[in-house]
C-alpha cells in the first residue's frame, strides 16, 4: 500500500516538471542545455499551456542566445527593454512552435485542451510552452506540426514586408533578394498569390529549389549581379543586404519600393539604416522602407488560409531532436540553411 502512494506522489511529481533547453548566460550554442524545468501554468497574460512538438529556429532566437551588444544592454532600462546586462533574464529560448493544447486559463475562449496550434509560444525549445491567446490559431488539418511551426516569424515577416510595406499590386515586377532562406522561401510565394511577377535572388545550391515555389525567373548572384543587368523592379524585398542603396535606387522602377527586412546581424547598423536611409530616402520618388515583423494572430490566420489552399508551403532544411538544439543553432549560425530548421521536440 505505502508503496503505491508512493508511486503515486512520484508520478504527480513527475507532471510537474519538463525537459527544455535553457541558457544562463549569453553566448554561442555551447551554452544551450537540456534540462529539467519546472512545467509552465497558464495565467491570465499567457492563458495557453502548449505542448510542444516541434519548433523552428529563427535568426532571432540567435540574436537572443548571443544577446544584444553591451551598449544596447547599458541602455536597455531606460527604454524598459526586458533584457539582462550580464544574462538574459528569461533561461528558456524559443519563439515558433506548433502543438497540441493541453490546458488554458478562464479568460481564454478561442481554444481548448487538445486542439492543434500553431503560432508563437514564449520558451518553445521545450515539451511545453505558454503562449498568448491571440498568438496562436488552429493548425490546418493538410500540414504537419514541424511544417506549421516552421511558418510563423519568417512568414509573418515575408508577409507583411509585401503586403504593409511594399503595398504589393497584381502585375507588379517584384524581386526578392535572398530567395533560399526562411524569409525568402515564404516570399517567393506569398508574391506570387498576389499575382506578381517574382524575380528570385539566391545561390547555386538553390537553383533546383527556388522554381518549385512559384519564381518566374531565378537569378544566381555567383554568377549574375541583379542590379547591373538591366532589368527594373515596381518592388525589392530585400532579406539578404548585399548592395547599396544606389544599387537598388538604379534597379528600381520610378516609384518603386525597397523593403529592407530585419536588423541583419548588426543591429546598430540597422538602426543607422532605418533612420538615414528609410526615413530621409523613403521621401523621394524611389521609396526604402525598413521594418521589424509583428506577430500577430490576425497575420497568422492569413497564412492559415494560404496553407490551407495550397499557396504556400514550408521548405525545411533539417530536422534536429531538442537535445541537439545546439547544432540547429550552429547550422543556422553557418548562414546555407535552406528555408528552416526544425526543433522535432516530440521525438525526445
Known amino acids: 500500500m505505502i508503496d503505491a502512494v508512493i508511486e503515486v506522489a512520484l508520478a504527480e511529481e513527475s507532471k510537474k516538471v519538463m525537459k527544455a533547453i535553457v541558457r544562463t548566460r549569453y553566448g554561442p550554442p555551447d551554452i544551450l542545455q537540456l534540462e529539467e524545468v519546472e512545467k509552465p501554468t497558464p495565467n491570465d497574460v499567457r492563458g495557453v499551456l502548449v505542448r510542444i512538438y516541434a519548433a ?56 481548448k485542451p ?81 499575382g506578381a511577377e517574382v524575380t528570385a535572388v539566391t545561390n547555386t545550391a538553390n537553383l533546383d529549389m527556388i522554381p518549385s515555389l512559384g519564381a518566374d525567373h531565378v537569378i544566381d548572384y555567383t554568377k549574375e549581379d541583379f542590379t547591373r543587368n538591366g532589368e527594373r523592379y515596381d518592388l525589392i524585398c530585400d532579406i539578404a543586404a548585399t548592395h547599396s542603396i544606389s544599387d537598388y535606387k538604379r534597379t528600381l522602377n520610378p516609384g518603386g519600393t525597397c523593403v529592407i527586412v530585419g536588423f541583419k546581424d548588426n543591429i546598430i547598423r540597422g538602426l543607422l539604416y532605418f533612420l538615414v536611409v528609410g526615413r530621409l530616402r523613403g521621401r523621394g520618388p524611389k521609396k526604402f522602407r525598413f521594418f521589424i515583423a509583428n506577430l500577430n494572430q490576425k497575420d497568422l ?48
Open 56 to 111: 523552428s529556429v529563427n535568426p532571432a532566437d540567435r540574436h537572443d542566445m548571443r544577446g544584444p551588444p553591451f551598449l544596447i544592454r547599458l541602455v536597455g532600462p531606460l527604454f524598459r527593454l526586458k533584457i539582462g546586462l550580464r544574462g538574459p533574464r528569461d533561461s528558456g529560448l524559443g519563439t515558433d512552435a506548433a502543438g497540441q493544447v493541453e490546458a488554458v486559463a478562464n479568460n481564454v475562449t478561442q481554444f
Open 114 to 194: 487538445g486542439d492543434e496550434v500553431f503560432g508563437s509560444c514564449k520558451g518553445s525549445y521545450a515539451e511545453y510552452a505558454v503562449a498568448r491567446e491571440d498568438r496562436l490559431v488552429l493548425k490546418p488539418a493538410n500540414i504537419s506540426f514541424e511544417e506549421a511551426s516552421a511558418v510563423p516569424i519568417a512568414a509573418i515577416t515575408a508577409l507583411q514586408a509585401l503586403r504593409d510595406k511594399g503595398h504589393i499590386q497584381p502585375g507588379q515586377k517584384v524581386l526578392v533578394n535572398g530567395a533560399g532562406g526562411g524569409v525568402g522561401t515564404f516570399a517567393v510565394q506569398i508574391a506570387k498569390s498576389f
Open 301 to 348: 490566420a492569413v497564412l492559415k488560409e494560404l496553407l490551407e489552399r495550397g499557396k504556400v508551403v514550408s521548405v525545411i532544411d533539417r530536422r534536429y531532436p531538442l537535445r541537439e538544439t545546439a547544432e540547429a543553432m550552429r547550422y543556422l549560425e553557418q548562414g546555407r540553411v535552406r528555408g528552416k530548421v526544425v526543433i522535432t521536440v516530440g521525438q525526445d
